[in-house]
């Protein structure tokens, strides 16, 4: 057998720094690129070592460890025992992300013919089971793996983000309450112009059976002026609550929102409530997250009550 120990030494820096790339963006970590080259190198040449059998000694638990230890330290610096600890587990848990993730696929794509020929039995009665896994492939699947866990990282940071703007809303209208979560918006700058009153927006589907069936309809197809048409020809008990406030659409077109008005909000952010009194609820006929995180759009007036 042949064996290329400049190709050996190449592939394992370029996947070494692609895990330490991907290790430092997750943790938004500023680096120089000649020490993550100078790290990643570290750990192609301590792969070429595996070839000298009087260093064999060096494969252990404890070297390999040390090894990271030391590729982290050479690539982002120390800064700290609790800055550095954050590093390590940053760094193992990409590794196995991209590790799982390869075995994964190359598990996928084998026929169980495949399966059966790479098992052995060990003297002692113990199967294993052996893994041949091409250059190309384990490149091809360490940028992909690589990007999933980016995605999933990003996303999960995003959700994190958004939920520091979560609070609960109760909308109390006579002996009737709806409750649900709400996302405060402080680009939402919608009033009602002849009032002034500010405009929080929620789903129709918080209101159970309290908004017709007709009418729900035409809100989800934006005929909202029917509905002002028609009032009285239907049963509606708030009518004497009804408010039609138009807005901006996305073509930048004049269009109307149906409005309620409540007798009272209550939003509980962080342990504080905030009451309003003056405040109308638009109904939206849509979903307002495409994950159901939040009903609701809160103005960022109603905040300040």
């Known amino acids: 057998m042949i064996v290329y120990i400049d190709i050996i030494f190449l592939v394992n820096v370029l996947i070494d720094g692609a895990l330490l790339w991907v290790t430092a963006r997750s943790r938004r970590l500023t680096f120089r690129w000649w020490r993550l080259i100078s790290s990643a190198c570290l750990g192609g040449a301590y792969v070429v070592l595996m070839f000298f059998p009087p260093v064999s000694f060096l494969f252990t638990f404890g070297i390999k460890f040390a090894l990271s ?9 120390f800064g700290g025992i609790q800055h550095f600890m954050r590093n390590v587990s940053a760094f193992y848990v990409v590794n196995f992300a991209a590790a799982g993730t390869i075995l994964g696929v190359h598990y996928l794509w084998m026929s169980s013919g495949e399966v059966l020929n790479g098992i052995w039995f060990a ?13 190309v492939f384990l490149i091809v699947v360490l940028m992909f793996a690589i990007w999933l866990y980016r995605h999933v990282h990003q996303a999960a940071k995003r959700k994190e983000e958004m939920a520091s703007f979560f609070a609960k809303v109760e909308v109390y209208i006579d002996e009737y309450a709806s409750s649900c979560t709400g996302l405060i918006d402080t680009g939402n700058q919608l009033y009602d112009p002849l009032t002034k009153t500010p405009v929080m927006v929620m789903e129709l ?13 035409r809100i989800e197809r934006s ?4 509905i002002v048409s028609a009032i009285g020809t239907e049963e509606f008990e708030w009518q ?6 138009p807005y901006r659409g996305v073509n930048r077109n004049t269009q109307f929102m ?7 909000v209550i939003i509980t952010y962080h342990d504080k409530q905030f ?15 495409s994950d159901n995180a939040y009903q609701a759009i809160i103005h960022p007036n109603l905040m300040q009550a």
């Open 69 to 77: 230890l030391l590729m982290l330290l050479t690539a982002f610096g």
């Open 205 to 217: 589907g918080q209101w159970g059976g309290k908004i017709p069936e007709s009418w729900k309809q």
């Open 240 to 245: 004497d609550r009804l408010r039609l406030v």
């Open 275 to 289: 009451e309003s009194l003056k405040v109308l609820i638009g109904l939206d006929g849509g979903k307002l997250s």
């Open 258 to 264: 149906l409005a309620i008005k409540p007798d009272r």
């Open 123 to 135: 003297q002692s009665g113990g199967a294993s089971h052996e893994v041949h896994i091409g250059l």
């Open 223 to 226: 005929e909202v002026d029917q």
